[in-house]
């Protein structure tokens, strides 16, 4: 094939797609490199699926160069994901600006436009960290101008900022500390060099780099990073960014005059901010450990966040420590990163259409079955370590046989999220506000599929605010508590609205001093889900536990398959 001198329409917009598929093909390996901010596992799938909303906008915009770039700027704009693809969508709408209003496209004004990225990434940073995607993309970025200034071609500037980029991220280490610990190179600086890989296939024909079947971090490396944190930094408040619990992203409608402003006050409730957008529509994204505030400060000031995402980091470093921690000894590139594949849904065609349908989140398969066999017309995947998204959510909800609709979230981090559907269809939905499966399955016995979803919504809630709950995970961090200081690899039992109540060495031991917290003598009921790493001897134990403590307590136990929580606990 010819080499290409100008980086024109159909150029840029083969880069996009070839660089979509190698993201895709290079996933894993980036997965098990992320360790900054929290070692999450997450920066090459939200990378892939920020590019998946690029190419679908290219798609429905096929045309000139003006509508190539729109389409980038727009698509990245609407579907970042996470930290690294918030930024990564700033770098892609300052590239296609600057290639946008010029008349060619050749080495110097694409070396230029790399660097107006590197300055959009920079801007959309409420405190820049050296060391990440952002050193990379700028050292690459001065290679390339430096290079374009002396003449070289367009495949040859590219190679020259590679090769600077390459450079860049083999020293990140070296400037953020818990790389070095870790014993990798930051993953979305990794995840940016793919671009340029793609660029130098579309416009000279070099071949596509191979994934290289990373390990990762080994446990030891791992654990080590979780205990004292990823983070270096801290928000105005004095608290570290590892332990900042909460990843809220929206989209926000507002004011440009006001942007500052709501920068400010984001940065007084949390860290790893990121704002990109433009003309009153911004992607926003930071951690916090105060969900609430970080959603308010925007509407004080005149704005309108939607498409609200909320995630529990610190469940999905659980997550990610387990996946790592099974993938000892498992074959080279077994890693297929499912934590963040898309959340799916499926419906049960065999029940019949029903005035008011309920849509359903389940974390394990047994779960998604219970609910069906209760009347659970729509299962979306997902949960503590996979909030779906609202358009996951809507998508379930069209698809229901019933004009009027019931969502049981079943995460407190899921209930901002559904509240958001009413608004997108033309029908009725309500949201019963369950934060567990527990409460799901009592709201179930008041569901009828007859009555309306006003009716159901108010007699569903009533009857899951009925339940107290309580569940047992695994702790991945030393920590402090109102109930006492927690070890790594502690059994912790919680309890909703009152945290930690119990910790223990031993899950049933756990168990049994969280049941003290939650049985009372007017009890009747108590449900046991079992999670995918229950064992059945433990489970015996809780049952006669509980029957020897409160005879007149009957038990129920029912196959949940939830990871991270052996047992999930309810009682009537």
Same mark, same amino acid.
């Given at each position: 094939?010819?080499?290409?001198?100008?980086l024109?329409?159909?150029?840029?917009?083969?880069?996009?797609?070839?660089?979509?598929?190698?993201?895709?093909?290079?996933?894993?390996?980036?997965?098990?490199?992320?360790?900054?901010?929290?070692?999450?596992?997450?920066?090459?799938?939200?990378?892939?699926?920020?590019?998946?909303?690029?190419?679908?906008?290219?798609?429905?915009?096929p045309?000139?160069?003006?509508?190539?770039?729109?389409?980038?700027?727009?698509?990245?704009?609407?579907?970042?994901?996470?930290?690294?693809?918030?930024?990564l969508?700033?770098?892609?709408?300052?590239?296609?600006?600057?290639?946008?209003?010029?008349?060619?496209?050749?080495?110097?004004?694409?070396?230029?436009?790399?660097?107006?990225?590197?300055?959009?990434?920079?801007?959309?940073?409420?405190?820049?960290?050296?060391?990440?995607?952002?050193?990379?993309?700028?050292?690459?970025?001065?290679?390339?101008?430096?290079?374009?200034?002396?003449?070289?071609?367009?495949?040859?500037?590219?190679?020259?900022?590679?090769?600077?980029?390459?450079?860049?991220?083999?020293?990140?280490?070296?400037?953020?500390?818990?790389?070095?610990?870790?014993?990798?190179?930051?993953?979305?600086?990794?995840?940016f060099?793919?671009?340029?890989?793609?660029?130098?296939?579309?416009?000279?024909?070099?071949?596509?780099?191979?994934?290289?079947?990373?390990?990762?971090?080994?446990?030891?490396?791992?654990?080590?990073?979780?205990?004292?944190?990823?983070?270096?930094?801290?928000?105005?408040?004095?608290?570290?960014?590892?332990?900042?619990?909460?990843?809220?992203?929206?989209?926000?409608?507002?004011?440009?005059?006001?942007?500052?402003?709501?920068?400010?006050?984001?940065?007084?409730?949390?860290?790893?901010?990121?704002?990109?957008?433009?003309?009153?529509?911004?992607?926003?994204?930071?951690?916090?450990?105060?969900?609430?505030?970080?959603?308010?400060?925007?509407?004080?000031?005149?704005?309108?966040?939607?498409?609200?995402?909320?995630?529990?980091?610190?469940?999905?470093?659980?997550?990610e420590?387990?996946?790592?921690?099974?993938?000892?000894?498992?074959?080279t590139?077994?890693?297929?990163?499912?934590?963040?594949?898309?959340?799916?849904?499926?419906?049960?065609?065999?029940?019949?259409?029903?005035?008011?349908?309920?849509?359903?989140?389940?974390?394990?398969?047994?779960?998604?079955?219970l609910?069906?066999?209760?009347?659970?017309?729509?299962?979306?995947?997902?949960?503590?370590?996979?909030?779906?998204?609202t358009?996951?959510?809507?998508?379930?909800?069209?698809?229901?046989?019933?004009?009027?609709?019931?969502?049981?979230?079943?995460?407190?981090?899921?209930?901002?999220?559904?509240?958001?559907?009413?608004?997108?269809?033309?029908?009725?939905?309500?949201?019963?506000?369950?934060?567990?499966?527990?409460?799901?399955?009592?709201?179930?016995?008041?569901?009828?599929?007859?009555?309306?979803?006003? !009716?159901?919504?108010?007699?569903?809630?009533?009857?899951?605010?009925?339940?107290?709950?309580?569940?047992?995970?695994?702790?991945?961090?030393?920590?402090?508590?109102?109930?006492?200081?927690?070890?790594?690899?502690?059994?912790?039992?919680?309890?909703?609205?009152?945290?930690?109540?119990?910790?223990?060495?031993?899950?049933?031991?756990?168990?049994?001093?969280?049941?003290? !917290?939650?049985?009372?003598?007017?009890r009747?009921?108590?449900?046991?889900?079992?999670?995918?790493?229950?064992?059945?001897?433990?489970?015996?134990?809780?049952?006669?536990?509980?029957?020897? !403590?409160?005879?007149?307590?009957?038990?129920?136990?029912?196959r949940g398959?939830?990871?991270?929580?052996?047992?999930?606990?309810?009682?009537?």
């Amino acid at each position: 094939m010819p080499v290409l001198e100008q980086l024109g329409s159909d150029a840029l917009r083969h880069t996009l797609m070839t660089y979509r598929d190698t993201l895709k093909r290079h996933q894993a390996d980036l997965n098990k490199l992320n360790v900054y901010p929290v070692p999450d596992g997450d920066t090459g799938t939200n990378m892939a699926r920020t590019l998946d909303a690029v190419v679908a906008e290219l798609d429905k915009h096929p045309g000139a160069l003006d509508e190539t770039c729109n389409a980038i700027s727009h698509g990245s704009l609407m579907g970042a994901r996470g930290n690294s693809g918030v930024i990564l969508s700033q770098i892609l709408r300052g590239l296609s600006a600057t290639l946008q209003a010029a008349r060619v496209h050749g080495a110097p004004k694409v070396a230029e436009a790399l660097k107006a990225a590197s300055v959009a990434a920079y801007d959309s940073v409420l405190k820049p960290i050296e060391g990440t995607i952002l050193t990379v993309v700028r050292e690459a970025a001065d290679a390339a101008v430096r290079a374009a200034g002396d003449g070289a071609t367009l495949a040859a500037m590219l190679r020259v900022a590679r090769a600077a980029g390459r450079e860049s991220l083999a020293n990140t280490p070296e400037l953020l500390p818990v790389l070095k610990e870790a014993g990798v190179v930051d993953a979305g600086g990794a995840g940016f060099l793919l671009f340029l890989d793609s660029a130098l296939h579309v416009v000279d024909g070099e071949p596509l780099p191979e994934p290289e079947n990373l390990t990762g971090p080994n446990t030891e490396q791992l654990v080590a990073v979780m205990k004292r944190g990823a983070g270096d930094g801290g928000n105005s408040a004095g608290v570290d960014v590892s332990q900042l619990r909460y990843e809220v992203m929206f989209l926000l409608e507002i004011d440009d005059t006001k942007l500052r402003a709501f920068k400010h006050k984001w940065g007084e409730v949390g860290d790893s901010i990121v704002v990109v957008g433009g003309d009153g529509l911004y992607n926003c994204h930071i951690h916090t450990n105060d969900i609430g505030a970080a959603i308010e400060a925007p509407i004080s000031l005149g704005g309108r966040p939607h498409q609200i995402r909320v995630t529990d980091l610190f469940e999905e470093v659980a997550e990610e420590h387990q996946k790592r921690e099974a993938q000892i000894g498992a074959p080279t590139g077994s890693d297929t990163a499912a934590h963040g594949g898309k959340p799916s849904f499926k419906t049960h065609a065999a029940l019949p259409a029903v005035t008011c349908a309920v849509v359903a989140v389940a974390s394990g398969d047994g779960i998604a079955e219970l609910f069906g066999n209760l009347g659970v017309h729509g299962v979306v995947t997902g949960g503590q370590t996979l909030n779906p998204s609202t358009q996951e959510l809507l998508d379930a909800v069209e698809h229901m046989n019933a004009q009027q609709v019931v969502i049981l979230p079943n995460n407190k981090n899921i209930i901002a999220v559904a509240q958001q559907v009413d608004g997108l269809t033309k029908k009725d939905v309500r949201v019963v506000p369950t934060c567990s499966m527990p409460e799901a399955l009592a709201a179930l016995v008041a569901y009828d599929p007859e009555a309306s979803a006003e !009716h159901n919504g108010g007699s569903m809630a009533k009857a899951a605010a009925a339940v107290v709950t309580g569940e047992i995970t695994t702790a991945v961090r030393d920590t402090k508590t109102d109930a006492g200081d927690v070890k790594i690899g502690d059994a912790i039992g919680l309890v909703r609205g009152d945290g930690v109540v119990a910790i223990a060495a031993s899950v049933l031991e756990c168990a049994s001093a969280l049941l003290k !917290h939650i049985v009372t003598d007017d009890r009747e009921l108590l449900t046991i889900i079992v999670g995918a790493d229950a064992q059945p001897h433990v489970t015996d134990g809780i049952v006669a536990w509980a029957n020897e !403590h409160f005879p007149a307590l009957s038990c129920e136990i029912h196959r949940g398959g939830q990871p991270l929580y052996p047992y999930l606990f309810g009682v009537e």
